[in-house]
């Protein structure tokens, strides 16, 4: 699933190529993925033709269109979820779900294979959408507030892995940016967040954020043509990884093989050496 610098990415592409159109035609090709908007494609159709889009914001790994009059279009990528921008005339992407035509002759086009992600009308939401009020802010947020985020992790009683994919405690990080960051840090993915010290909560935090701002700056993580830019390319911070999908590699900081271990339907990749098991009683 894209995570924040990939987000990041497509928001910018959406901003540069789309604020101060107008939506002139909407066209769902797949109800599925309308599928929150509750009243249905045809009243998404309606209430979003017509209107400017005045800009692009996002929250987590969330984006929207902030539309005139204070309303949006709320998005989520899921799995694989595309925004393209292309001319008229370009024939139709593969998975193609939903159509924006603008007032310019070009279109934003959503495509999504696995259907997982999806746009929905969110009525007075252009500043913050209602419907995601509850996902923290991130770290790349101006706004965000560490000491509120050292205060709330310390009252957790979980793994620390579990808590920084808690998007309710911090937004945008996902199962790469997680691994990223404890290697850098260096902390076992499972070390219980009650037991963290000031410094070492500190310490992940200034990772998670470099970490995102490198793979932001290289476009993000692309493994498969799943994930690309509004203009179709990949991102390549893939090839700076230092832990996530490095299984048996040797550690770049000691030469250990880089170890995988399954956590919550995904996988965590840790050093053995760098990274030790915390002892009875500390997870």
């Not at 035609?25 to 309606?46: E, I, K, M, Q, W």
């Not at 925004?83 to 008229?88: D, I, K, M, R, Y």
Request: proline share 6%.
């Amino acid at each position: 699933m894209p995570e924040l610098p990939e987000v990041e990415v497509v928001r910018r592409g959406i901003a540069d190529h789309v604020v101060g159109r107008t939506i002139t035609a909407v066209t769902v090709h797949d109800v599925r993925s309308v599928r929150r908007h509750l009243p249905g494609p045809a009243d998404f159709r309606h209430r979003v033709e017509g209107r400017t889009v005045v800009g692009v914001a996002r929250r987590g790994k969330y984006l929207w269109m902030q539309l005139d009059h204070g309303d949006a279009i709320l998005c989520h990528l899921g799995m694989s979820g595309q925004f393209l921008v292309s001319e008229a005339s370009a024939p139709p992407q593969r998975h193609l779900r939903i159509t924006l035509a603008l007032q310019d002759g070009t279109e934003l086009r959503f495509a999504d294979q696995r259907i997982f992600g999806g746009m929905s009308f969110s009525e007075d939401g252009a500043e913050l959408p209602p419907e995601i009020a509850h996902i923290a802010r991130d770290p790349l947020d101006p706004l965000f507030d560490p000491a509120e985020f050292t205060a709330r992790i310390r009252k957790r009683q979980t793994g620390v892995k579990r808590a920084i994919l808690d998007q309710t405690l911090i937004s945008g990080v996902g199962n790469i940016y997680a691994d990223e960051s404890l290697w850098r840090t260096p902390l076992h993915y499972a070390r219980n967040t009650r037991h963290l010290r000031t410094r070492e909560i500190d310490a992940l935090l200034g990772h998670i954020g470099d970490v995102m701002r490198e793979a932001l700056a290289q476009g993000g993580t692309s493994f498969d043509a799943l994930y690309v830019n509004v203009n179709g390319n990949s991102g390549y911070f893939d090839r700076s990884l230092q832990a996530y999908g490095q299984e048996g590699r040797p550690c770049q900081r000691c030469g250990t093989p880089i170890r995988r271990d399954p956590f919550m339907n995904r996988s965590s990749f840790w050093c053995p050496h760098c990274q030790p098991r915390p002892r009875n009683g500390r997870f």
